[in-house]
């Protein structure tokens, strides 16, 4: 049976040198698509995929990866604002790859488009007051 994933993979910077993703195509059959992904030699890495394949090579690559030391999360989270603790300082604005934040130019106050998160938690841990929690 096929099966469908949408993940997050956390890549310690140990591993963002090596062709783990890759692996995943070669050794179990899987189709991948990135959606989105910020990976740099020796810096943690960020990655978005969707995994295609039969059942038992997505387990089996998913094994893989935690073996490895990737921190894997579903995509199915969602990143909360609480804006009662935001101080507006901009930092999740530079943070965030694909936009989800903006500053407004007149009031300087920060703007949250969840539909454009990816659920990554970049500004869930640079986040100084707290104010960005993961949602159910």
């Known amino acids: ?46 990655m978005v995929l969707e995994v295609r394949g039969d059942e038992q090579g997505v387990e089996a690559g998913m094994k893989y990866l935690s073996e490895k030391g990737v921190m894997i999360e579903p995509f199915s989270q969602r990143v909360v604002l609480r804006e009662e603790r935001c101080i507006h300082c901009g930092l999740c604005v530079g943070l965030c790859p694909v936009g989800a934040f903006r500053m407004e130019p007149d009031t300087y106050y920060i703007r949250f488009e969840e539909e454009r998160c990816l659920a990554c938690g970049l500004c869930i841990k640079a986040c100084p007051p707290r104010a960005m929690e993961v949602g159910l």
């Open 1 to 46: 049976m096929q099966v469908s994933r949408r993940i997050v993979l956390h890549f310690p910077a140990s591993l963002t040198g090596q062709p783990i993703v890759y692996r995943l195509a070669r050794d179990y059959g899987l189709e991948f698509n990135i959606i989105k992904a910020s990976v740099s030699p020796e810096e943690e890495g960020l």
